[in-house]
């Protein structure tokens, strides 16, 4: 398993901005395939962002038009840019890699998981 480890969470006021990363702490390679999650309190990780080795990037419908999701040239650094934030989007947030198929947004496809990073935004 890749450790991946974020960085960036916070606390913003609603309409304010923030970009997380991800990066691999024991892979020398870049990780082609990976994507972001959330999760809310008492609820279920749901996909956020995925981005395929070929750079195409699928979204959940809450954060289509807000929510950015890059690499790096050499794919070992992953970006969420999150624009807008609302109440609604505060959870914890998690990078994740390696997935059965890439591009992917079904969280029980992905092998490595970081340890999160909070997302708190207020009204």
Request: hydrophobic share 30%; proline share 2%.
């Amino acid at each position: 398993q890749v450790q991946l480890k974020e960085s960036g969470g916070g606390s913003v006021q609603s309409g304010g901005s923030l970009t997380l990363s991800c990066t691999a702490s024991n892979y020398r390679y870049g990780l082609p395939c990976v994507a972001w999650f959330r999760q809310f309190q008492d609820k279920e990780r749901e996909g956020v962002a995925a981005i395929g080795s070929d750079g195409r990037t699928q979204y959940t419908v809450s954060v289509k038009g807000r929510f950015t999701i890059s690499q790096s040239s050499d794919k070992k650094t992953q970006f969420l840019q999150m624009n807008n934030l609302v109440p609604d989007d505060t959870a914890m947030y998690y990078c994740a890699a390696q997935p059965l198929f890439c591009g992917t947004l079904d969280r029980t496809d992905y092998r490595s998981w970081g340890q999160g990073t909070q997302v708190s935004v207020s009204s």
